[in-house]
């Protein structure tokens, strides 16, 4: 049974950091596609980051350039989101997902594509 399970999120302070962990249980991460969501309250849910498993890359909304990066264990089958310079407009609840393909489609941002969801981890970026 394919199961994602997430951990790590909490309360930050502006300018700070946390790195949120996506573990994949029942498949490997060579074959699927895993992109990081969040949604805050009263907004839509907004596609992040996403990283191809078959490829070893990744890509990132221009919200998440230059201050997010994803990382992977192999061994543990996570996929890690780095967050750093966190500011109070990155408080949401923050998903992992997954996607069959290896490769992160062109919509990758657009969560109707991902069949697969974890059960979400809080982000509070507050002083």
């Known amino acids: 049974q394919l199961q994602l399970v997430e951990s790590g999120g909490g309360l930050v302070q502006p300018g700070g950091s946390l790195r949120l962990s996506c573990a994949a249980k029942?498949?490997?991460?060579?074959?699927?596609?895993i992109a990081w969501f969040r949604q805050a309250p009263g907004k839509e849910r907004e596609g992040v980051s996403c990283?191809?498993?078959?490829?070893?890359?990744?890509t990132y909304a221009d919200s998440a350039k230059g201050r997010f990066t994803i990382s992977t264990d192999n061994v543990k089958n996570t996929v890690y989101l780095i967050m750093n310079s966190l500011k109070p407009e990155d408080a949401a609840v923050y998903y992992c997902?997954?996607?069959?393909?290896?490769?992160?489609?062109?919509?990758?941002?657009?969560?109707?594509?991902?069949?697969?969801w974890g059960q979400g981890t809080q982000v509070t970026v507050s002083s």
């Open positions: 997902a997954a996607d069959p393909p290896g490769s992160c489609r062109n919509d990758w941002y657009a969560p109707e594509e991902y069949d697969y």
């Open positions: 029942g498949f490997t991460l060579d074959y699927y596609a």
């Open positions: 990283f191809s498993g078959s490829k070893g890359s990744s």
